[in-house]
């Protein structure tokens, strides 16, 4: 895929929590500072699209090419917040999820998940309406904002085949 990355060492740091197959993402064509561990399929799917919908979507419908995308975090041992599954572990345990926050655009603009996700700018609107439906074909798991209140701030992406996509 053309991307640099480093290989991490497998660990069971128990509890349900670890790295197994995981990679640091250190070059994917644009920065995305923030980003830590994520399991090599996880890797493949975001660096796919970012390249493939963000970036395009960024140029095509809001006219700036993209300069960074913002992560809020992959790797994490806890479980799954905001639902009644509390009580079961999130895919950030494994380093299955990424979190994202918003992207900035080469003209200086940044479009973030809490404060443009219901935006009166159509473009914007248009812009991550398109890339949230790219994320729902890439990943097994897509939450945003719709979803519940602890996604109003960011897109969770991840890898894990289960078709939920809100």
């Not at 250190?26 to 561990?37: D, F, M, Q, S």
């Not at 979803?147 to 996509?165: F, V």
Request: proline share 4%; aromatic share 6%; net charge positive.
């Amino acid at each position: 895929m053309n991307v640099a990355y480093r290989v991490l060492p497998d660990k069971d740091y128990g509890n349900g929590c670890g790295l197994s197959g995981a990679v640091q993402l250190v070059e994917i064509g644009v920065p995305v500072p923030g980003l830590g561990a994520v399991r090599c399929g996880e890797a493949r799917a975001f660096s796919a699209w970012v390249r493939n919908a963000v970036a395009p979507a960024a140029y095509q419908i809001l006219g700036s090419e993209l300069a960074s995308v913002q992560s809020m975090g992959s790797y994490a041992c806890r479980n799954v917040v905001g639902t009644a599954y509390g009580g079961r572990r999130s895919g950030h345990a494994i380093a299955n999820a990424i979190d994202i926050g918003g992207v900035t655009l080469k003209d200086g603009r940044r479009v973030s998940i809490l404060n443009d996700w219901s935006s009166p700018d159509p473009a914007v609107q248009r812009f991550l309406t398109t890339i949230h439906a790219s994320a729902c074909r890439r990943f097994g798991t897509v939450l945003s904002p719709a979803y519940n209140a602890a996604h109003r701030n960011h897109l969770h992406l991840e890898d894990d085949h289960a078709g939920l996509c809100r």
